[in-house]
């Protein structure tokens, strides 16, 4: 058996050809399309998952991600960076129950796509401050411009992932649920 994952936040087709992050999400797209065509023409046993913000131990700081890259700014005492005024929502979903949603699906029938995310929204500043705050960080925050291609809102609709494979987050941002 085979299971494939792209990573999706927005697979709605929100964004135009040539503007910022375009190219990550055509790849998205243009995976899931290979996956639900080999699986047609092949049968191969295949779904497809999309994975919203997972966090969890050895993330690497500076690879892009808000989590790690936050942490490694309040731990180095630099000031913590948040685009725009922080308002923006994410929704964090623990390592372990990201996985737990991933193979919940591959011992499934589910072809997909399911949405294997967070259910707590949290914004951004709010989780700059509870990293502050839980690592002792002096730190300051720095707001910057935000980029043209931030989401306001990233919240996973995983009404499927519940409905259909019983999956559903234990750890809700910072506290087992």
Known sequence: MTRWS?????ATGQREPGRPGSVYDESKRVAEALVTAHRGVHGTDAAIVRIFDS???RMRPGDGRAVPTFIAQALDGMPLTVAGDGGQTRSLCYVDDTVDGVLALAASAETGPVN???GDEITVLELV???VGLTGSGSRIRFVDRPVDDPARRRPDTRLARERLGWRPRVGCGRRT
């Not at 792209?6 to 927005?10: E, G």
Request: no cysteine.
């Open 55 to 57: 966090y969890g131990p």
């Open 116 to 118: 294997i995310g967070g």
């Open 129 to 131: 401050r509870r990293i």
């Open 6 to 10: 792209t990573r999706s936040t927005r």
